[in-house]
């Protein structure tokens, strides 16, 4: 079993950053992807950002392309996402998820662990 606690949300003006932490216990010896998805309010999880287990390779989202940077410490086991210049449409409950294998997906299912999700609200 693996358990993913995220933490970091919080509520910015519009144009800051927040830097969001994925804490990860349990078996985490697998080589695997990890990757953050949001969830706006009244809308589906959507995907915005995964790397993969060297830590050498990444995929954004359109929407955050430019503005957001996903990193991974090993030797800590976390899972970072650094937000910048945050837009009120970034606002959401932000999940850090672990993949089944080390593939760089966008993908919902192909993630078997999630967090609980930490808020992130951005106002104008």
């Known amino acids: 079993q693996v358990q993913l606690v995220e933490s970091g949300g919080g509520l910015v003006q519009a144009g800051g950053s927040l830097r969001l932490s994925c804490a990860a216990s349990?078996?985490?010896?697998?080589?695997?992807?990890m990757g953050w998805f949001r969830q706006p309010p009244g809308k589906e999880r959507e995907f915005v950002a995964t790397i993969g287990w060297l830590g050498d390779s990444a995929t954004y989202s359109d929407s955050v392309e430019g503005r957001f940077t996903i990193s991974r410490d090993h030797a800590n086991n976390t899972v970072y996402l650094q937000m910048n210049s945050l837009k009120p449409e970034d606002t959401g409950v932000y999940y850090c998820?672990?993949?089944?294998?080390?593939?760089?997906?966008?993908?919902?299912?192909?993630?078997?662990?999630w967090g609980q999700g930490t808020q992130v609200t951005v106002s104008s």
């Open positions: 349990g078996s985490t010896f697998s080589p695997v992807a």
């Open positions: 998820a672990r993949h089944r294998s080390n593939v760089i997906s966008q993908r919902l299912d192909g993630y078997n662990y």
